[in-house]
């Protein structure tokens, strides 16, 4: 949502382990680039603290299991099926530096026990673009905070799902924001990001946040895309090239990653029919793709738009929530109710979905959180966190049996 507007059992935990311990150079097994290399080598330089913890060779063995999607369900090396339940925490999509995002880590994480974040960012900040100027120094130091992040929620066996949620239309440093599908510059995020968190047990990779207003053929296979534009300065619409979700796929397993990938549906990533009707992407190699949706109160008919497709392919609720409608937001939001939050919370527990609610932020509606002491809304943040708490809970009683 926009703000306001086989390597084998735990195969991508030791290739990770190795990068990050300065130990064996696994690039030239995976046939990386030179170019993927330096980045590995700047990995294993880093020291900086975050939190409080130094990053070292010595904490890099903090690392939740590795996942791999079979079927419809994530599960571990051994089978055991695994259901991720966090949080949203954006803020590096519009800030380089993000936004309070130390203290909201460890609130996340800590009494709020997410145990997956998903972490909106922006292709242009990545690259250095900000407010109309470029810095190759804002570049390292968001690159480097997004490498602090990770780092943080791998030591507390948590996984972070690093979410491509702005784009450009084609245009670095302009017409920034979320748009109907990626554009080309996607591809070189993609590259970058990828090489450089290939394999690590922690990371999972969202595509691109919310699709929308195009083709099924379009999404998959990309082409040219004309959107709406309602900023009369820059014209009444953007025609750029999208080179689709499948090539961003094809990116990412060519850095030589093959973390899980996060695929968002149609109608702002919420339709998930097309996957089921010949659109659904390939895969290989790779530890498999996820279908993302998001719900909110105006997103109708879940069982026809999401719940057919569980029974086949792994779904993945990235965004969820609802708030209070207030006077001048969009009228389509207008459909709030108190029931919505505790029938969509059941929706998530029947199917045993993985989510992350949105978000946890004050000024990201709909809000979990009241202000930056993190008490929970009513409305919304207090169902959220009940639900966690009660994950937190369950996961003391020992780990789930394997799926046949």
Not at 299 to 311: F, G, P, R, Y
Request: with cysteine; charged share 20%.
């Amino acid at each position: 949502m926009a703000v306001g507007n086989d390597i084998g059992e735990g195969g991508g935990r030791v290739d990770w382990l190795m990068k990050t311990s300065g130990g064996l150079d696994s690039s030239a097994a995976l046939g990386r680039s030179a170019q993927t290399r330096r980045r590995t080598r700047r990995w294993r330089e880093m020291g900086a603290a975050f939190v409080g913890v130094a990053i070292t060779a010595a904490t890099a063995t903090a690392m939740p299991p590795s996942l791999r999607v079979n079927g419809n369900h994530l599960e571990t090396d051994r089978g055991e099926t695994v259901r991720l339940q966090g949080v949203n925490i954006p803020g590096l999509e519009w800030d380089p530096a993000g936004d309070h995002l130390q203290p909201t880590l460890e609130a996340a994480l800590g009494p709020w026990h997410a145990r997956v974040i998903r972490l909106p960012l922006s292709q242009d900040t990545w690259f250095g673009y900000f407010r109309g100027g470029h810095s190759t120094e804002r570049r390292d130091a968001n690159r480097q905070l997004v490498d602090r992040v990770v780092r943080t929620i791998a030591d507390k066996d948590a996984y972070v799902l690093l979410d491509l949620h702005w784009s450009d239309g084609g245009v670095w440093g302009q017409n920034v924001g979320q748009h109907a599908l990626p554009d080309d510059h996607s591809l070189r995020f993609w590259e970058d990001v990828a090489g450089r968190f290939a394999n690590n047990p922690a990371v999972f990779f969202d595509l691109y946040n919310e699709p929308h207003d195009v083709s099924w053929e379009l999404w998959r296979n990309g082409g040219m895309v004309e959107e709406r534009n309602q900023d009369p300065a820059r014209g009444l619409k953007l025609t750029y090239h999208s080179p689709g979700m499948q090539a961003l796929v094809n990116t990412v397993r060519s850095a030589g990653a093959r973390n899980v990938v996060v695929a968002g549906g149609l109608n702002w990533a919420y339709d998930l029919r097309g996957i089921l009707q010949g659109h659904a992407l390939t895969d290989l190699p790779g530890r498999g793709i996820v279908y993302a949706t998001h719900l909110y109160p105006w997103k109708k008919d879940w069982d026809s738009n999401v719940t057919l497709v569980m029974a086949k392919y792994a779904v993945f609720v990235g965004e969820v929530g609802t708030k209070p409608w207030k006077t001048g937001e969009p009228a389509h939001e207008n459909v709030y109710t108190e029931s919505w939050a505790p029938q969509v919370m059941a929706y998530l527990e029947t199917h045993q979905l993985s989510w992350t609610a949105w978000s946890f932020h004050p000024g990201a509606s709909p809000c979990l959180i009241n202000g930056w002491d993190y008490t929970p809304t009513a409305y919304w943040g207090s169902y959220v966190k009940e639900a966690l708490a009660k994950a937190a809970a369950g996961a003391g009683k020992g780990p789930p049996s394997p799926r046949p």
